[in-house]
């Protein structure tokens, strides 16, 4: 019998924060994964906590962990505004589903990232 984690709790939550990016970022548990990136993005967890974590792992992530990183970047509900580097990048993917993810994200996050070109 699998127990239920409740990141409802601050404390816990940032307890148990490393080994849900663990989770996260990992491809071989698909379900898992995303029951993850749900579960973080309805957390209780501060913004300043949660995001870095979150950009952080983006570099050592599977692909199917960093689609899923972009995801928990669009449900949650924090401004996200240091993502958008990372977010940009993923566009350039030859990964369509990572540049899915990377556009819904970046729709919530900084709609004029898709309507306005990158200026040097």
Not at 13 to 32: F, T
Not at 81 to 108: C, F, G, I, N
């Amino acid at each position: 019998m699998r127990k239920r984690i409740s990141l409802g709790v601050t404390n816990t939550a940032a307890l148990l924060l490393p080994e849900v990016i663990k989770c996260l970022i990992q491809g071989r548990d698909e379900n898992l994964g995303w029951r993850a990136a749900q579960s973080l993005s309805e957390s209780s967890l501060q913004g300043q906590l949660l995001l870095p974590a979150l950009t952080n792992a983006t570099p050592i992530a599977s692909t199917r962990g960093r689609r899923r990183i972009f995801r928990c970047l669009h449900w949650s509900k924090y401004p996200a505004k240091e993502a958008v580097p990372v977010l940009r990048k993923a566009l350039l993917s030859p990964d369509v589903q990572l540049q899915q993810e990377a556009t819904w994200a970046l729709q919530r996050i900084a709609p004029e990232v898709l309507t306005k070109p990158k200026v040097n």
